[in-house]
């Protein structure tokens, strides 16, 4: 390892914690390559609730998670990429929407809306994302169609970059090697700001 390349905060979805198998996957895979990963579990989860807390409480989670990966590895937030699964990475992205400073987005299965109910689209904070985005997800994902996902994100200002895994689902099971190709370079390939 040559140094500090960045770092990503990593946040599971409604049913999973910090320990996912997609998530460990990932951070096994960066580590090595120089990135802080920090894997997080949301306050519902900590507790031994089955049910996620209100947004306001899921955005204060990421955020202080967020400042304690820019902490630990000496980064500033600006340097500091954010994502996950499903819940996770959209509580992810809409905290960078709200504000929170992030070199990047990597969004696992984004939940673009509940299965069967494509007009419950959650993109009202799409037009707010400025830093790059990658989506990763499957080609038969009930959460979203690879049609449904890029007609929604022609919303995003910043640079858009999509990774379809062939017949996955939203769970994306036995997928993990794909989306660590996926990730990896992807994040390698960013500049990081200075600031």
């Given at each position: 390892?040559?140094?500090?390349r960045?770092?990503?905060l ?10 996912h198998?997609?998530l ?30 209100r947004p306001?409480?899921l ?13 630990r590895?000496?980064l500033?937030?600006?340097?500091v990429?954010l ?23 990597v ?28 989506f ?6 009930a959460?979203g169609?690879?049609?449904?996902l ?7 200002p ?21 989306v ?16």
């Amino acid at each position: 390892m040559t140094g500090t390349r960045g770092g990503l905060l990593l946040a599971p979805g409604a049913g999973a914690g910090r320990n996912h198998p997609t998530l460990v996957a990932l951070d096994d895979a960066l580590t090595p390559l120089g990135w802080i990963v920090g894997r997080m579990d949301f306050p519902f989860r900590q507790a031994g609730r089955r049910s996620p807390d209100r947004p306001a409480v899921l955005l204060s989670a990421v955020r202080q998670e967020a400042a304690g990966v820019a902490e630990r590895s000496g980064l500033k937030p600006g340097r500091v990429a954010l994502g996950g699964r499903s819940m996770g990475g959209r509580m992810c992205s809409m905290a960078v929407a709200d504000g929170l400073p992030a070199m990047a987005l990597v969004l696992i299965s984004y939940p673009l809306h509940p299965p069967g109910r494509p007009e419950r689209q959650r993109t009202e904070h799409f037009a707010r994302l400025g830093c790059p985005c990658l989506f990763v997800s499957g080609t038969r994902d009930a959460f979203g169609s690879p049609a449904e996902l890029e007609a929604a994100t022609a919303a995003i200002p910043g640079a858009v970059s999509y990774v379809w895994l062939d017949g996955g689902d939203h769970g994306l099971r036995r997928r993990d090697p794909e989306v660590v190709a996926a990730v990896s370079p992807w994040l390698s390939g960013l500049r990081s700001p200075r600031r």
